[in-house]
């Protein structure tokens, strides 16, 4: 017999039309629960510029005192981290946080291997804070949350209002410390994960990036973490998911 919750995320997921990313998409019932047991929800918060489908994965007890988001490839260059919430998707059921998972934020840069998303835009200065208006490989849009990925995200995080957020980049190796409110949170983060604490300061001023979004709009916290150029796979699949989810309070199995 299948259970009332995996029932209930098959219609959502066909409802979603579910199936057209084969390394994100749960298409059937029959795959939900089995497959993936530390799934709790899935939803599709948005499409890319392309219309490929934005996917949020919720594991863990949704009535945890901890509510955690952890996103990866907000650029599509920047694929490794993705496989840490991947594991973590894909694992034993997780208890002690309730934690949403958006393995892939840009999934037009991953198709296209570049930084930016179909519009050539770098997501990460297209947040209306401090947005600017700025050119080349960090342009910025025509206008702060111009990009449907950026809207997506807005919509989402207005609506879950997570208490800490941890975003996955490459290649700086190291977790951000800059920001005062969440510096606390980062410091004990990058304990956890292993990782140099250093200050990510974009060459003196950022220009629309999330965690200052975030950080200015919420309450919660939101910290950068960069893993270097190649992470390794053990590093990315085993080790550094158990660390995450220790960071947050939580456990897998």
């Keep these: 017999m299948r259970s009332r919750a995996a029932l209930v995320i098959g219609a959502a997921l066909l409802a979603a039309g579910v199936g057209t990313a ?7 019932v029959a795959r939900v629960s ?3 047991p530390a799934v709790v929800q899935v939803k599709v918060i948005g499409h890319s510029v392309k219309g490929r489908p934005i996917y949020a994965w919720r594991v863990g007890n949704p009535d945890a005192k901890v509510k955690a988001v952890a996103m ?8 490794a981290p993705r496989q840490i919430l991947r594991a973590i998707r894909d694992g034993k059921p997780v208890t002690g946080v309730d934690l949403w998972l958006l393995p892939t934020v840009n999934p037009d ?10 519009h050539k835009v770098d997501l990460n200065r297209n947040f209306p804070y401090h947005w600017a208006r700025l050119t080349g490989n960090y342009y910025s849009g025509p206008s702060a949350a111009s990009e449907p990925e ?11 209002k997570p208490t800490y957020v941890v975003s996955f980049h490459q290649p700086l190796y190291g977790v951000d410390v800059s920001t005062v409110k969440s510096r606390p949170f980062a410091r004990a983060l990058a304990d956890h994960l292993n ?9 003196g001023v950022c220009h629309g990036t999330f965690t200052e979004w975030f950080n200015h709009k919420f309450a919660g916290v939101a910290v950068t973490v960069e893993y270097g150029d190649h992470p390794t796979a053990q590093r990315m699949q085993v080790t550094a998911p158990r660390q995450l989810l220790a960071a947050l309070g939580g456990h897998a199995g």
């Excluded at 840069?109 to 179909?118: E, P, S």
């Design 22 to 28: 084969p390394s994100e998409a749960v298409p059937t």
């Design 34 to 36: 089995p497959a993936r």
């Design 72 to 79: 990866s490839v907000m650029h599509g260059n920047e694929t």
């Design 109 to 118: 840069g991953v198709v296209r291997g570049t930084r930016q998303n179909a």
């Design 150 to 160: 950026t809207k997506a995200l807005m919509r989402f995080f207005s609506t879950v």
């Design 195 to 203: 990782l140099p604490r250093k200050s990510f300061v974009c060459g």
